[in-house]
Each structure stands twice: as structure tokens, then as C-alpha cells.
């Protein structure tokens, strides 16, 4: 049984709270016709006693779920009695790890016993009760909870009051996860990348021309010291994005204009879902596409021509990937041209304006705020994609500009670093989080001028 059911069950008693709230709430007005005795509406009655019987369950089975992992483990490792003392942590992490495989019924790292077999079998009892334990707990504390929260309802009582302060706090909570996650991912990034630039220096890792990181895995092992210059995967990330925005930037914004501007309602109707289908088709059917009809004539059409095209190119992966942001600049784009007010419109007009000066000279203008941030959208999910990369540029760390060469991109190279043997505390592996810090400093700078330029001309046009 997962959390998903716990939560299932929490949230069906709060639907019935609700009922029965908004329900004990009519039934306070003595005449029966009205709400005008209510301080509150019945809806905020129900409310209250959905968030009784709510709240109080969440908040233990957050707390169960964080509390689970380690009192399964302390359980199942006191089965076993003093056979854990004197380990160290990492043979008594691989002791638990043991008695888990074997109560999953998948392989260990040694012959089972007869301790750990009886400290498996009672790990898989553990791991079958606690959560109808949780189930159970749960669905009494939110009973409890609906029972508590009607008996408190009265004609005078405050219920909007109390619901709004509740819903004020929850939004504040979830703001404050939001920002608090933030925060971890940036500290977990920063924490590694330090690491990182204590085995290599920054200057190199920023300004090397040559990156190939490969190491040995042991001192007794012949191999590569490795190179850690990450110019020609910056460069490569520039070029491929320099590219699909040269396609989807043209394409997307004048369709956003001839439909939002010129196109009849029935051919906005058919058109613009057609165009926001490229935006559900997944990344690896592109990747496809890409690797096996993109790159064939582009390649043959090189040939014809003289061009020293390679089978995977950046001038492939841009294109294809140019191709699937387009929904991104053509919808959100539609989307503010549509919202700029009519009276600016008929103001051009009234002034001897044609339609097309007025597109140019007020319409644009009033929604390049908008625009904007759909084309940073796009720039961002541009630096961000891995598959059409993989499979249309390649992974080899060329420095160059010729969009007919096989190129890499940072995202590329984070999948790569990360797969493999090697340990985790290595160059190669602690590469990965020093790319994904230079990629998040560089969607922050993007952030910023977005911001810039958007509070600049929402001035002008307010």
C-alpha cells in the first residue's frame, strides 16, 4: 500500500467533513430557509471541517514518511543484537542492505545465515504492517479531527475567518518549500562544484580549450589524467541554440502575429491547436526524426554542393530542436499580442495608421514584454534538451563554429559524466555538478535581463 491510497482515503473523509459541515451549518438556522443567522456561509462551515479533518492527517503521514526509513532500519538492525556492534558504518550499511535484498528475494553480497535470514523476515513483516498501521492511524486521526471540527460549529462562529487564516498559512508554507527547495538545489550544486575546484582549477575548467574526462580508476592503472576544459562544451551549447533559436524565434513569432492579427477565427481554430501539437511529441520521437531524415539530406545535400557535412551535425540538432520550440515562442506569443488592448488598435487607426504600421509601431511594442519571456522560455528549453543532442550532434567536444560538425552541449555531458564506474568523488563525476552550476548562472543572467527589459517597456506601456 503506497501513500497515494493514504492520501486517497484522507482526502475522501475531508470531502465527507465538508458535507456534513456545510450540512450542520444549514441545519443551525431555525427557520430552515436562510443563512442570515450564520456569521459565515455554510460553505466556509464545510471548510472548516475538511481542514480539521485534513490537515492534522497530512501532517502525520509527512511526518511518518520521514520518519519510516530510519525507524525500519533501527528495528531491523536490532534483530540481529551485538552481531552490529564494533562495525563500521559502511559494512553495517551493507549488512541492511543485504537483509533488504534478501527480503526482497533478489541477490546478496554473502550467504545468508540464519541471523539475517530471521532479521529479513522480520524487515518483510515490518514492511507489510506499517502501512495499514499508517492507513489506520491516519483515517482515525481525520475522523477524529471532522468530529472535533463540527462539534465546534455554531451560528456565531467565525468559520470564514478561521478557513482564510488556515489557507493564508498553507500558502505561506508552500511558498516557503518552494524557496527552500530552491535553496537546496543551488547548495548541493555549490557544495559539489567546490569539491570539483579543489581537484581542478577554475581558470582551466572556465577557459581550457580541451575537454576530455576520462581518469584511471586505480593509481596501478594506466589511463588518462583527463582534461577538464569546458570551452568547447559552452561553445557547442551556444552554437545548437544559436541555431534553433534562428528558426523557432521567425517562424513562431510570425505565426503569433498572422494569427492573432490576420487569420479569419476558423483558421485560428484549426492552426494554432495544430502548431501546439509540436509541443506534446516527445523529445526522442524529434531525436528520430532528426538522426534518421533531418541528417541524410542534409548530409547528401552537402555533398551535392561540395560541403564536408559529418553524419551528426549541430546544424541538425538546431533545426530539428528549432522545430519543437516553436509551439513556445508561436503560443505564448499569441497569447499577450491578443491580450494588448483594442484601443490601442483603433488609436493607430484613427491616426491614418495601416494595419501592418500599427502591428509594427504599437502592437509589438506593447507586447514585447510578453514576447520576451516567451522567447527566454524557449532559450531555456533550447539549452536544457539532451535527446535531439544525443542522437542528432553527437558527444564529441569539438571547439568550433561550423554548424556542420558534430558538436556537445552541457546537458549532454552532465548525462554522460554521471554514468559509469567511476566513483562518485572523482574529477569526472564531480564535473557534472560544475556544469549544471555554470548552466543555472547562466539561466539566472537570462532571468535577469528578461526581467529588465520587461519592467522597462510594462513602463512605457502602462
Known sequence: MSAFVVTAVILGLAALGYHLGRGRARGLVSNGSGTARLHSLPGYHGGYVALWCALPAFGLLALWLALEPAALRYQTLSTLGDQVDGLAPERVELLYNDIRNLAAGTATSRAPDAGLKAAA????????????????????LAVAGLLYGRRRLTPAFRARNAVERSLRWILIASSTIAVLTTIGIVLSLLFEALRFFDKVPLAEFLFGLEWSPQTALRADQVGSSGSFGAVPIFAGTALISLIAMLVAVPV?????????????????????PVLEILAGIPTVVYGFFAALTVAPQVRGFGEAVGLDVSSESALVAGVVMGIMIIPFVSSLSDDVIT??????????YGLGATQSETIRQVVLPAALPGIVGSILLAVSRAIGETMIVVMAAGL?????????QAVTTVTVQIVTLLIGDQEFDSPKTLAAFALGLVLFAITLVLNIVALVIVRKYREEYD
Not at 522480520?122 to 492511524?137: M, Q
Not at 510570425?254 to 483558421?267: D, M, P
Not at 491580450?339 to 493607430?348: C, I
Open 339 to 348: 491580450a494588448v488592448p483594442r484601443s490601442l488598435r483603433e488609436g493607430s
Open 121 to 140: 523476515d522480520s524487515h518483510a513483516r515490518l514492511e507489510a504492517l506499517l502501512p495499514w498501521a499508517l492507513l489506520v492511524v491516519a483515517s482515525l
Open 396 to 404: 564529441a567536444a569539438n571547439l568550433t563554429a561550423n554548424p556542420f
Open 252 to 272: 513562431g513569432l510570425f505565426s503569433a502575429i498572422y494569427l492573432a492579427e490576420y487569420a479569419k477565427r476558423r483558421v485560428r481554430d484549426v492552426v494554432k
